[in-house]
């Protein structure tokens, strides 16, 4: 099982002589490539960032939207519920180690501001938002939340998959099955801790979406997955739309009010810091997240370079570079992804590579003839499949094999040189080609 650690790390892309530097995986890997192929290196804006997390954190919970301070909720909260802060059920949710949220940084200020008002650490269970990831092992966790605080606080993992872990809770108005962690859904105070960036499912990630996928079982999971995948395209760069709604209307059911959002440059400092409503904290954020994640465009052209960093461990997170790629490529032209996906497609939905090669329109027939149950690897796997309907999709990776690369329906490339070579081979010596050096964070807008 590979533990990443990116802290500290200089990890901006940029174009050097003929030379394209790019983060890949715990290193920068240099591609060579003649600058009359390329038509632009896409990368997040610089932007004034700080190392002072501390001085961040205090600053957004001294400055909270949508809502009061922390402490001024936790003595409103006890008071409505007629027992003092210390007898509080509080639950802290954290995004896994598939993000880059400096969690370990951020909490110290949180937790100093709950003792304040009395509340002991006894109190308190940090649940790590897998979704439908793989489990954080005891060292990912210590990592994430820092040693200290993982000695005082209890850390657990979500399990999407055990029923008894779960409360169900009805449908949402649009008929999506509402099933939650059940540690979530008994709390009386829920702060849900994460990053916002571009994302293809629900625009953009952050705000709710702590609570679906984070904490929500399989199904609805599933649900709103298939929800993001009735377009052509994706969801991704919209602020409202029919998953965020769902996101949303699960969160206020279950009452999970309030969020500790970060907007991170590319090297992943804190750019910006959101504390405050589930909902007005999120779009707050969003708007700063356009001003690091979103870079025009110059043109489409027949071949892009898609970078997965800061999405290294698997494909079921490095496919989010299909996105951006999707944007700024022409029809029948070729997308490259450079991946390590280091443990392979899918940890936890093996199965999904019976299924990866069929048309979107047949996965769908599956799902309603019950012949596919794992329906939120069937709604990405319908999102691939549009993908590589439009496209040559060509898959550099060292974690997934040539095999597994057929049956995802692309093309195998044993290093970033001989994709290169296919794609002049295909388009010309002469092809114009765009680079995404972070592609699953970035927003591409054509100008």
Known sequence: MLTENTKNINRGGFFLSDKIMLPYGNKMMNIKLNKKNVNQVI??????????????????LNNPIGCETLEREIFKISKEQGIKPDELDIVIISDDNTRLTPVDKILPCILKKMKNTGIKYSQIKIIMALGTHRNMSKEEMKNKVGNKIYEK?????HNFRDKSQLVDLG??????PISINKFVYKADLVIGLGSIVPHHIPGFSGGAKIIQPGVSG???????HLLSVKKRRSFLGYIENPVRKEMEEIAKKVKANYIINAVLDRSGNIYKLFYGDIVSAFREGVKAAKKVYQVNVK?????????SYPCNIEFWQAHKSLYPADIITNEGGMIIILAPCYEGVAVTHKTMLKFTSLSPHEIESRIKSGRIKDIVAAALAMAWAKISSRYEVVLVSEGISPEETEALNFTYAASINEAIGMAKAKHGDNVKM??????????????
Do not use: C, F, M, Q
């Open 43 to 60: 990368t997040p804006n610089r932007v004034n960032s700080s190392n002072n997390i501390n001085k961040k954190v205090k600053e957004a």
């Open 153 to 157: 606080v209890k850390v657990l993992n």
């Open 171 to 176: 449908l949402t108005d649009n008929g999506t």
């Open 218 to 224: 399989g199904k609805t999971t599933g649900y709103t």
């Open 299 to 307: 043109a489409k052209t027949d071949v892009t370079i898609a970078n």
């Open 434 to 447: 765009n680079i995404l050096t972070h592609a699953p964070d970035t927003l591409p807008v054509l100008s």
